[in-house]
């Protein structure tokens, strides 16, 4: 197992760690062993085989243990009972505090002439994609006259809107019209791949970012829908047939203890914006984003576990396929 692999194994047990609100000082111990392991200059396999695994900073007995058995077993029983206790897909829940690095914000033509090189060559215009979106480089642009704003709030990857600005760059005809728009309006890809197919041609980096997108914005959005329409069928239950600002007050209420407007000016404050009257596309997906932080760090364990299901049970329920 690679010492970056390791490294992940142990990050993504601090971020449960975190979901079960366990000790701080446990939390902290994972964080430092995991970029340790990923600042070593040899293998881990090797101090494993050389008994030296003790000599990096911030490994001690426990940890010891646990990278010795991932090295000579590729798994780790400890990770495994951990992931059990949360729903499927739960310990891909981006960081709190993210240690990602953000994409600079710098010009992007050779994604584009990448692009439409290797799709003339022959590669499948998919694929040919995931690796355009690879090379881009740019976090935010305004291309005739429209904002693009790929990464949310620094961390999380709008991969389907940069994958929508490629498309558009190519020249007419070079992608099909009717897989381009099962992609980008329903998210539905023309080829099947797996997690690491993927991962590997959009790069490690963008990969979580993209997770960070799907769990922060994404489930966020559904849950609030889920959430809306049981308010709303109580509210028909109860002789009310209007739609009205009450609904959608309660189902904030509901999962983060306090109305829309108060959670905006809240988020505003926080992040030194202007108080306006209305929200526009960008601020909203940043503030969604910013609600899915806040509502991580107000819940205990049981209530995010729960609305997560219930998340995902929406989207599913709606057709939408589910992070890769």
Known sequence: ??????????EDIAELLKLKK???????AYQKAARSIEELPVAAEQLVAEGRLREISGVGEAITKKITELVTTDRLDYYEKLKSEFPEGISNLPDITPQLPQLPATGSAEAIRYLEQAIASGEHWYIALLKAIELW?????????????????GEAFDWLLLAERLCEAVTDGLVP?????????HGRPPLALTVKEFKELIGNTKYHQYLNYFYGITVEEALLLAVREE???????????????????????????????VLLKRFRQ????????STGLKELKEFTYWLFKYRL????????????????KRLNAS??????
């Open 1 to 10: 197992m690679k010492n970056s692999e390791i490294a992940a194994v142990f």
């Open 22 to 28: 366990d000790n701080i000082f446990k939390i902290r």
């Open 137 to 153: 480089t740019t976090a935010e642009e305004t291309h005739n006259g429209r904002l693009y704003c790929y990464l949310i709030a």
């Open 177 to 185: 019209e009717d897989e381009k728009a099962s992609l980008l309006f």
């Open 231 to 261: 308010v709303r069928k109580e509210r028909q239950a109860l002789g009310y047939t209007k739609e009205s600002d009450a609904a959608d007050n309660e189902a904030y209420r509901r999962i983060y203890s306090a109305t829309k407007a």
């Open 270 to 277: 926080e992040k030194g914006y202007p108080q306006l009257k």
């Open 297 to 312: 760090a107000q819940c205990d364990r049981a209530r995010i576990a729960s609305d997560t299901k219930k998340a995902l």
């Open 319 to 324: 057709g939408s396929p589910l992070p890769k």
